[in-house]
T-cell receptor
Framework: DQQVKQNSPSLSVQEGRISILNCDYTNSMFDYFLWYKKYPAEGPTFLISISSIKDKNEDGRFTVFLNKSAKHLSLHIVPSQPGDSAVYFCAASGRGGSEKLVFGKGTKLTVNP | NAGVTQTPKFRILKIGQSMTLQCTQDMNHNYMYWYRQDPGMGLKLIYYSVGAGITDKGEVPNGYNVSRSTTEDFPLRLELAAPSQTSVYFC???????????FGQGTRLTVV
């Protein structure tokens, strides 16, 4: 039973446009949500996170939105750059820095020049 | 600034062989994890540890064993390799009060 779902395996956008990556979750006990970025042959690297008490968190070109009632979050990248081409994983954890991170299957983003 | 270091980077095993995937971190993190990633799938938690001497099963622990004798090291042991264990393995660590974990570069294991 998948607790964190990324229903789009891939996304292609033009350089300079907005990329929107989506993630849904089923467990209402999740307290923190994270996005990781992964290049081929490398480990995932942390990108941005959001606490369940917030609905938006911004870091430069990256913004994460959380809709708790819909159990949905999204990552917006504006403007998209070719270097953003990677696999993006959505992850969730429980309360108070809980030890377990649960990951979605990932979305492969391709930004075309 | 090494972070999380995994060795080896690549390995081919024959069915029934055993091996240990090494993981060490130099950030003094309490929590350490082993994940596996199969093609087209997310990362699935194999085992984790919240401190030296403490380990617990994750989502897919069968066929694996771990130990945590020090804060820095968290080796993953495969006793009888099977083709279903062909995967990329990632070790990660984080502070108890942090939300984000830091990952190693991965070990690509093929069992033939």
């Amino acid at each position: 039973d998948q607790q964190v779902k990324q229903n789009s395996p891939s996304l292609s956008v033009q350089e300079g446009r907005i990329s929107i990556l989506n993630c849904d979750y089923t467990n209402s006990m999740f307290d923190y949500f994270l996005w990781y970025k992964k290049y081929p042959a490398e480990g995932p690297t942390f990108l941005i996170s959001i606490s369940s008490i917030k609905d938006k968190n911004e870091d430069g070109r990256f913004t994460v939105f959380l809709n708790k009632s819909a159990k949905h979050l999204s990552l917006h990248i504006v403007p998209s750059q070719p270097g953003d081409s990677a696999v993006y994983f959505c992850a969730a954890s429980g309360r108070g820095g809980s030890e377990k991170l649960v990951f979605g299957k990932g979305t492969k983003l391709t930004v075309n020049p | 600034n090494a972070g999380v270091t995994q060795t080896p980077k690549f390995r081919i095993l024959k069915i029934g062989q055993s091996m240990t995937l090494q993981c060490t971190q130099d950030m003094n993190h309490n929590y350490m994890y082993w994940y596996r990633q199969d093609p087209g799938m997310g990362l699935k938690l194999i085992y984790y540890s919240v401190g030296a001497g403490i380990t617990d099963k994750g989502e897919v622990p069968n066929g694996y064993n771990v130990s945590r004798s020090t804060t820095e090291d968290f080796p993953l042991r495969l006793e009888l390799a099977a083709p279903s264990q062909t995967s990329v393995y990632f070790c990660a660590s984080k502070n108890r009060d942090a939300t984000e974990a830091f990952f190693g570069q991965g070990t690509r294991l093929t069992v033939v």
